[in-house]
């Protein structure tokens, strides 16, 4: 479908909204002649009322006429003289696509690479177009995945996808208004009714009554009607556009294939959903495990450590990359499934053309340190700035020991309980020689089974519980003393690492501490050692 359809169609779309709130304004308006010439005088005043009220949200949704302006654009800019070798890539591709190039590159904290243009007269003047550019993205690809990556944004600028999507967009933005409008009031009237039954029941209650239950199930139905119109619609107006907007993604593809090559382009695509994931576990797992404890990687490596878990785990990531998504991550994506794409382009003929430039792609940076400080201090909050920056090994061990003293927490409530003193170690092993131990186990959560356990069976179920226990608070204290240290592994977990000689003599002194009959000795000299 040629540019010039595709505009006819949304400019047809945004009209059905206003035919709908024409229509329904209409109905409302017929209902009230109807109550006029039929009902009595007092249920006419009624239907008036409702039809007035119903009227205020289809007014309002029509009359908005402007789409909310976003905030400031995300990322940082950078010029063509901070980096040159970038914006020369940039352009190079939109000439080949024979389309004007962005006029700003913003860099950005996000696994994605996006194009915008601020158009006008509803896209039929173009604006000022932006490309967004991941840092992480950029992590993970090579420099001819990344041409791909790009060549496939500028063929969104030649097929005029930017700029037409002004007019889908307010659509999308006035029927979500309307709908969250008569949500909204439903709800108010669903809270006004329960505030009422509430008060009611309060009345009852004082008298001596029992309370009825509470039931707004009838309030705000009539906003809610409404609302379900109007999200039919939206329903429609998404599938209408989604189909073409998943057709302009085909296109891009096969322009930056012809640009960028097949196999350059359909590995970029494999890899987007492998990174994706990534990305998410090295966020969760490693950029902010210290978050809970006041700390953060040493600036640059909030987004720069990213670049390690993709050396350590690259068997992982080849699994992932021939296990592409077969379905789009909701109805509603404006991409077709990667699976889709990817047979796509490698179902064209071979064009002969291999990946050429295989370096990273954040070679394209000038300075790479720089730009990954540069979009940290950007995209984190100032909260999170003001965190104590640590090196990746430091991170991981405090992280570590401040997450093993957390999980010590229900034992030091017990001991605290039982023996009234400092819940510390010495405290739990001074309660294990006076025979007291069993009292704390019985404390710390436990089983269904263990719970209903009496006597010998009682205590075997406690066992491995305060064993565990125990493990925990020596292992704090080791970690404390510099005799335990929680290391750093971009391919699996943290992995502890005792001083010589306590991998073999620790755990007998554990069992020794929990024995039926405890010794505790063997564990205070090797805490003493």
């Known amino acids: 479908m040629g540019a010039s359809l595709r505009a006819a169609r949304a400019l047809v779309l945004l009209a059905g909204f206003y035919l709908l709130g024409l229509v329904l304004l209409a109905v409302l308006g017929a209902m009230g002649w ?10 006419a ?115 005029s996808d930017t700029r037409l999507s002004a007019i889908t967009v307010r659509g999308r933005v006035q029927v979500a208004r309307t709908i969250a409008d008569f949500e909204e009031r439903a709800g108010k009237k669903a809270d006004k009714e329960r505030a009422q039954q509430e008060k009611k029941n309060d009345k009852r209650m004082a008298k001596g009554k029992e309370a009825k239950e509470v039931d707004t199930t009838g309030a705000g139905f009539t906003y ?70 006041g700390l953060l990687p040493l600036p640059g490596e909030v987004l720069g450590g990213f670049r390690h ?48 430039a295989t370096g990273p792609a954040l070679a394209l940076l000038a300075d790479t340190h720089t730009a990954l400080v540069a979009v940290e201090n950007a995209s984190l909050t100032p909260e999170a700035l003001g965190l104590r920056r640590v090196d990746w090994a430091e991170l991981v061990h405090e992280s570590m020991a401040a997450t093993a003293a957390r999980e010590t927490e229900p034992l030091r409530r017990a001991i605290a309980e039982v023996t009234g003193s400092e819940p510390s170690l010495v405290s739990l092993l001074n309660a294990l020689d006076m025979g007291v131990g069993w009292e704390i186990a019985d404390r710390l959560p436990k089983s269904e089974e263990a719970a209903a356990a009496t006597g010998r069976a009682a205590r075997e179920f406690a066992r491995p519980v305060l064993s565990r226990g125990l493990s ?24 502890l690492r005792l001083a010589p000689g306590y991998d073999e003599e620790l755990p007998t002194a554990l069992d020794a501490a929990v024995d039926d009959r405890p010794d505790t000795a063997p564990l205070r000299t090797l805490l003493a050692a």
């Open 472 to 495: 925990r608070l020596a292992l704090v204290e080791l970690a404390a003393r510099g005799r335990a240290r929680w290391e750093l592994s971009w391919s699996a977990p943290a992995q």
């Open 34 to 43: 109807a109550a006029h010439t039929w009902a009595p005088a007092s249920l």
């Open 309 to 356: 878990l993709l050396a350590g785990r690259e068997h992982e990531l080849q699994e992932m990359r021939q296990d592409l998504p077969t379905e789009p991550t909701s109805p509603y994506d404006s991409h077709p499934a990667i699976a889709e794409r990817v047979a796509r382009l490698e179902s064209l003929p071979d064009d002969g053309r291999r990946e050429e």
């Open 224 to 293: 809610r009607m409404m609302a379900k119109v109007y999200r039919a619609y939206g329903h429609f107006y998404l599938r209408a556009t989604l189909s073409s907007s998943r057709r302009q993604e085909l296109a891009a593809d096969l322009a930056a294939a012809r640009i960028a090559g097949r196999d350059a382009t359909a590995s970029a695509l494999r890899e987007i959903p492998a990174l994706a994931s990534a990305h998410d576990f090295y966020m969760r797992c490693y950029a902010t495990i210290g978050v809970g404890v």
């Open 45 to 159: 005043l009624k239907l008036y009322i409702v039809a007035a009220v119903l009227a205020v949200p289809v007014v309002r949704g029509m009359l908005m006429l402007r789409t909310p302006k976003d905030d400031s654009p995300q990322g940082v800019p950078v010029t063509e003289q901070q980096e040159p070798r970038l914006w020369r890539t940039v352009r190079d591709l939109a000439d080949q696509v024979g389309t004007r190039a962005p006029d700003e590159i913003r860099l950005t904290a996000d696994m994605n690479a996006a194009v915008s243009e601020d158009a006008r007269l509803l896209g039929l003047l173009g604006g000022t177009r932006r490309l967004y550019l991941g840092l992480p993205l950029m992590t993970g690809l090579t420099e001819a995945q990344l041409r791909s990556v790009l060549a496939h944004e500028m063929g969104h600028y030649g097929n």
